[in-house]
């Protein structure tokens, strides 16, 4: 089974619009970390959020912010106020807790290629 | 220089011949990563070093190998690959000891298999 699916492959918004990118995900640890990429035509991979399992409050960070929905297994990035740089592919990403005591590696959802209209 | 390197940006080889991909980090993190990105596809995990010791290899052919001298430095080694091996490959590290430590990424080497 996938343990992370983001089912949108693409997403069109307006410039100044706000967009919802979706991400569920599967895991039986109680303790796992949630990470936003987005990843421009030019290839690089850039971190833009993070949420962990435990946290009470929803993760912000400047214009993008997540929807933690713990319950449904789900942490959607939201974007506020949409600009023509945020057109990229855009990445939901895993961290769970192996053995206690090591946080490595991530996993990876398909990504949602996002396109910003002016 | 900061952040994670990666060279060569491109590599257009034979599958005849040997190559190496050299990532270099100056974060000072304990862990480093080799992922393989493909069109439409999600990020594959090839291998992950754990303070240069490998801890993973995500079953990846053997045509394909890592060497991880110290905590900063990594090498994929290449020979007699696919043209299905066309990709592009990103090296990352991060800091084992925090679940909120992210992934760094390199700009990636642009693969072409022919």
């Known amino acids: 089974a996938q343990k992370i699916t983001q089912t949108q492959p693409g997403m069109f918004v307006q410039e100044k619009e706000a967009v919802t990118l979706d991400c569920t995900y599967d895991?039986?640890?109680?303790?796992?970390?949630l990470f936003w990429y987005k990843q421009p035509s030019s290839g690089e991979m850039i971190f833009l959020i993070y949420?962990?399992?435990?946290?009470?409050q929803n993760a912000t960070e400047g214009r993008y912010s997540l929807n933690f929905q713990k319950a449904r297994k789900s942490a959607n990035l939201v974007i506020s106020a949409s600009q023509l740089g945020d057109s990229a592919m855009y990445f939901c990403?895993?961290?769970?807790?192996?053995?206690?005591?090591?946080?490595?590696?991530?996993?990876f959802g398909q990504g949602t290629i996002l396109t910003v209209h002016p | 220089e900061t952040g994670v390197t990666q060279t060569p940006r491109h590599l257009v080889m034979g599958m005849t011949n040997k190559k190496s991909l050299k990532c270099e980090q100056h974060?000072?993190?304990?862990?480093m990563y080799w992922y393989k990105q493909s069109a439409k596809k999600p990020l594959e995990l090839m291998f992950v070093?754990?303070?240069?010791?490998?801890?993973e290899n995500n079953s990846v052919p053997s045509r394909f190998s890592p060497e991880c001298p110290n905590s900063s430095h990594l090498f994929l080694h290449l020979h007699t690959l696919q043209p299905e091996d066309s990709a592009l490959y990103l090296c990352?590290?991060?800091?084992?000891?925090?679940?909120?430590?992210?992934?760094?990424f390199g700009n990636g080497t642009r693969l072409t298999v022919t």
């Open positions: 990352a590290s991060s800091q084992l000891s925090e679940l909120n430590s992210p992934l760094h």
């Open positions: 895991t039986s640890d109680p303790s796992y970390g």
């Open positions: 949420q962990g399992s435990y946290d009470q």
């Open positions: 990403a895993m961290r769970e807790v192996e053995g206690g005591t090591s946080y490595g590696k991530l996993t």
């Open positions: 974060l000072g993190h304990n862990a």
């Open positions: 070093y754990n303070f240069k010791e490998q801890t």
